[in-house]
């Protein structure tokens, strides 16, 4: 039945029971109105969906498990939305590949999309989790994006959008991407895990990249080319390369943020200046736990912790342009590199056995 309201309506879609308003997801969209909503009893869906009204889309159960779709064409996303408004919550997505001119497509697409909603959806085995072409003041909360093979959540031109509470494991390729003039994006609390890079950050300013937890990725945040983004109380650590690193960046804030035990600096710069980097923990890493680096001016570094690093806790290639204000707290390193590497290898050994438990 149809439970109607003053100003909108709730359909009903079952897979397998006649009764229901519709036995797809799609019929219902199509003959829905604006601000209705459309509820999905559990079972397996198999189509494409193109959203082009105010909708809410939302599981029975709010179980991603038991409610799944997967895509009837492989060659589209499975979830196309451009209207505003929107809210997807609580499917299992999956399915998307690429298409007849080899561009990946996405568990959900969002083109032009404003103050929309993404919640606690599992979105597995697509080119792309989540991408985000041209939208604004969207939020993408408490989501799971899980071997997909471009990356989790892409955002491209795309600002004030909020994402937070995501779990992400990319599979080495991008976790969270926000790339050229995506701007005033709030990036917290997410768990990103073997990814290419964790949170990479291209032509971007102003971004808030705050309490997320990066591991057993290449570097776990990575700025290229962007300025005057805020990364605070991040912890970026056991990284085949660096915890955080910045190249070409300029006027970022690091505040707070631990870099440990990866597998060749806690922080590095390159050819990055008139950045601040404040009260960082870069301990236990294979090379430097700072390494300012290759022509970066003009930082400026205060009371950073920087102990037991494999070649020096804190590296400035140029030290009469840039600044130490305060004591770093250092202490001498008393091992080898060969043990630093050691401990850093068992944990990926053991991070990779808890990987393949999960999501094999």
């Not at 309201?5 to 199509?30: K, M």
């Not at 205060?302 to 202490?331: M, R, Y």
């Amino acid at each position: 039945m149809i439970i109607s309201r003053a100003e909108a309506a709730t359909i009903i879609v079952d897979d397998d029971i006649e009764e229901a308003n519709y036995q797809n997801i799609q019929d219902a969209v199509d003959n829905a109105t604006s601000d209705d909503t459309i509820l999905v009893y559990p079972g397996n869906y198999t189509e494409n969906v193109y959203v082009d009204k105010e909708l809410k889309i939302v599981s029975l159960s709010g179980n991603p498990d038991d409610t799944v779709i997967r895509a009837a064409n492989s060659e589209d996303d499975v979830f196309n939305v451009v209207a505003d408004n929107v809210t997807i919550k609580g499917f299992g997505i999956s399915g998307a590949r690429t298409d007849q001119y080899g561009d990946d497509k996405a568990g959900i697409y969002f083109e032009g999309v404003n103050n929309s909603v993404i919640k606690k959806n599992n979105v597995f085995s697509n080119g792309y989790g989540i991408f985000l072409l041209d939208s604004y003041n969207n939020t993408l909360t408490e989501n799971n994006a899980y071997m997909s093979g471009i990356g989790g959540i892409f955002l491209w031109n795309s600002s004030n959008n909020k994402l937070n509470n995501n779990l992400i494991n990319a599979t080495n390729h991008e976790g969270i991407y926000i790339y050229t003039s995506s701007n005033n994006n709030e990036i917290s609390n997410n768990t990103v895990t073997y990814a290419g890079f964790g949170i990479d950050l291209v032509y971007c300013e102003n971004n808030k990249i705050v309490n997320n937890t990066i591991s057993n990725t290449v570097s776990g945040i990575f700025l290229s080319k962007s300025s005057r983004n805020f990364l605070i109380s991040n912890v970026a650590n056991l990284n085949s390369w660096s915890g955080i690193d910045l190249e070409y960046s300029t006027e970022n804030t690091l505040y707070n943020n631990t870099a440990n035990f990866n597998n060749n600096n806690g922080i590095f710069l390159i050819e990055s200046r008139d950045n601040r980097l404040d009260y960082n923990n870069v301990s236990n890493n294979a090379e430097y736990g700072i390494n300012i680096n290759n022509s970066s001016r003009n930082n400026v570094l205060t009371g950073n912790i920087a102990n037991s690093n494999g070649k020096k806790n804190i590296h400035v290639v140029d030290p009469e342009n840039n600044t130490i204000n305060g004591l770093a707290q250092e202490v001498p390193f008393q091992g080898s590199v060969l043990t630093i590497i050691t401990i850093i290898t068992i944990t990926l050994i053991l991070g990779k056995s808890i990987y393949n438990q999960h999501f094999k």
